[in-house]
């Protein structure tokens, strides 16, 4: 290295230091990171209207109350208690929680159905309020994303396809949010020691460890992201149990579990998929909601979310969506679209599609759009195509689009053609008022095993599986009479 390129290197190391080394407040260690707290809150600021209008939020009063209380309880014991935190439950099936930035904090209401007791979910809250205390900067892991939401996985076009495929992916990306092993660990720790600061029994955090474990180790399950972007959970099993153990020797104490508080508080929360947002049967997506359905081509692999529906083959060589509409009109809608990716419109046209006035468009996605990302050297992007429609139905606007590369483009058309051809009204009442499945607590009427409990509840052999993790019980172990327990019920 010759000693200009030394010198250059050492000014750019003193002027990144000396703008932003900050304390560590956990490690009280000096700490290279690229964000100010006014930063980090502008970050927390911003992404949250972009996590609840994609995902939404989960409306529970109790619960909301609940998680505020104790959130705002171990703010105040930790590193950082003058940050404006705040506690959502976001309303999405998967068994996760996640931490941005500036003090905000996500639960799922799938792991909230997930604990068994306070003491569970107040080690997970540690663990997030840990990633924020301890200024953890996460990245975002592109690959896993696409990896763990399956759908675009094989998704080979280039990032504008992916931007006009995750026009609300803000939230997903945040689920995803992935740190480093040590961080992992360091949040870890931090939640076991918040946790028990503000009273209840770490230990209880290390078993949730296996839950996630039995999650993802029965593939049927929802996606366990939590899990799959920290470390082994086996491990974390034997590592947070030491360390309660630990914290516990050397502050001896009473620590709570709460847990027949902890179920009571979750008795009737919503399991699993809401069908009220849309779900797929006999290779249809039904919304009640908004009163329309659709085709899914076979095999084709899907995501829904509050904010779009997207479907693609697994080859990842097109893709499709469904997105409201930005207008009131379908002429308003598709030029506010025009606009906002500056599209060639090749061919549009004025149609009706099962008694619902549309408008459809054929348009190129232009070249210098598309170099957002560093080319491979030799490597040209190829031009991307979309058909789009827009459907005026039940004073809404609706956008279903196809994209595809231009080589790809004339054979992808013909599955999207048949898609938007299917789309109508749903008037089908079963569809309608279809209800979600709920998590229902019951009082064990006399010692008996598991299995034979679940069956006098009147639930299926074939959910026997799944009850087992969502109580942390297994087929044959005794449960005593008097004992809450999970089931499901729709
Ligand atoms: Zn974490």
Known sequence: MSSIKRNFLFLLLLAISSQSCVRNPVTGKKQLSLMSEEQEIAIGLQSHPEVVSSMGLYKDAKLDTFITQKGRAMAAISHRPNLPYQ???????????????????????????????????????????????????????????????????????????????????????????????????????????????????????????????????????????????????????????KLAAEYQAKNPGTYATDRESYLKMIDGIIYGDDPKQGFIENQTFYHPDLKFQFPVPLAWQTQNSPASFQMAPKDGKSMMALTLGNGKTLEEAAQAKIKQYNLQVLQNKKTTINGIPALVFVATVPQ???????????????????????????????????????????????????????????????????????????TVPRNATFKEIMKGFGMPDARLKELGIINQLNDNDIVKQGTLIKTIQR
Do not use: C
């Open 368 to 442: 210098q759009q598309q170099q957002q990302q560093p080319q491979q050297p030799g490597q040209q992007q190829p031009t991307i195509q979309l058909v789009s429609w827009f459907f005026e139905h039940n004073g809404l606007v609706l956008n279903l689009y196809g994209v595809a590369s231009s080589s790809e483009f004339n054979n992808a058309a013909i599955v999207f053609q048949a898609v938007a051809a299917g789309f109508k009204p749903l008037t089908d009442n079963e569809k309608l008022n279809r209800k979600p499945e709920r998590l229902v607590i019951k």
């Open 87 to 241: 506690f959502h439950i976001v309303d999405s099936p998967v068994v996760n929680a996640f931490a941005v930035p500036g003090g905000y904090v996500y639960f799922t209401r799938g792991i909230l159905a997930h604990f068994n007791n306070t003491a569970e979910f107040a080690g997970v809250l540690g663990h997030e309020i840990g990633h924020i205390t301890a200024r953890h900067s996460a990245r975002q892991q592109t690959s896993q994303i696409l990896g763990q939401v399956g759908l675009l996985a094989g998704m080979v076009l280039s990032e504008q396809v992916r931007q006009m495929g995750e026009q609300a992916s803000q939230a997903v990306q945040a689920m995803m949010l992935s740190y480093s092993r040590e961080h992992e660990t360091e949040s870890d720790e931090l939640g076991v020691s918040y946790s028990s600061k503000i009273g209840y029994n770490a230990k209880e955090m290390a078993s949730f460890f296996n839950t996630l474990k039995r999650i993802s180790d029965d593939a049927g399950h929802n996606i366990p992201t939590f899990q799959s972007t920290h470390p082994d959970p086996g491990d974390r099993f034997i590592n947070v149990g």
